[in-house]
């Protein structure tokens, strides 16, 4: 993709584990908003909110959807991902990256969410901590829905 004046913005999904709750919001509000979103995983994606997204269905390789998010995301585009790794590659190329739970990753933050990110790893590998799956309840979409929202207008307002 090249960098084009007319070009809409891109909301790029890192889809494999994003909430349905999230996938819909995204939808909902690009479509309100004349932006175009990308669903990339390594399997097709649901969606049931009613709008038009891309699905792009990557080999089953490791990275394989963070690769291809990466290669074609670009200027104001926004990506949704809970990869801190990735998100850590998406800043270094200047590429604006949230989570589901509404975090912004930026050049301020990343080395840090890198660091908390490895430092709870060592932990759980050592079985100091057990990690439990929170699970995805309305608070924590909420978050998310009030980040989304405006980043969205924000990168609007750069195309």
């Given at each position: 993709m090249e960098n084009n004046p007319k070009r809409k913005l891109c909301i790029?999904?890192?889809?494999?584990?994003?909430?349905?709750?999230?996938?819909?919001?995204t939808v909902k509000m690009a479509c309100r908003n004349n932006a175009?979103?990308?669903?990339?995983?390594?399997?097709?994606?649901?969606?049931?909110?009613?709008?038009?997204?891309?699905m792009i269905v990557c080999p089953e390789e490791k990275d394989a959807a963070d690769n291809y998010i990466l290669e074609?995301?670009?200027?104001?585009?926004?990506?949704?991902?809970?990869?801190?790794?990735?998100?850590?590659?998406?800043?270094?190329?200047?590429?604006?990256?949230?989570?589901?739970?509404?975090t912004v990753f930026n050049s301020e933050n990343i080395k840090e969410?890198?660091?908390?990110?490895?430092?709870?790893?060592q932990l759980s590998q050592a079985g100091v901590v057990q990690h439990f799956h929170e699970g995805y309840d309305k608070k924590k979409f909420a978050l998310f829905a009030n980040t989304f929202d405006k980043v969205l207008h924000q990168q609007l307002r750069l195309l």
């Open positions: 790029w999904i890192d889809a494999d584990s994003c909430p349905a709750l999230v996938r819909n919001h175009e979103v990308y669903f990339v995983a390594n399997r097709e994606i649901k969606c049931t909110e009613e709008g038009t997204f891309k074609h995301a670009e200027g104001a585009d926004l990506v949704i991902t809970k990869d801190i790794i990735f998100a850590d590659k998406l800043v270094a190329k200047k590429i604006c990256v949230i989570n589901d739970r509404g969410k890198l660091s908390e990110r490895n430092f709870d790893l």
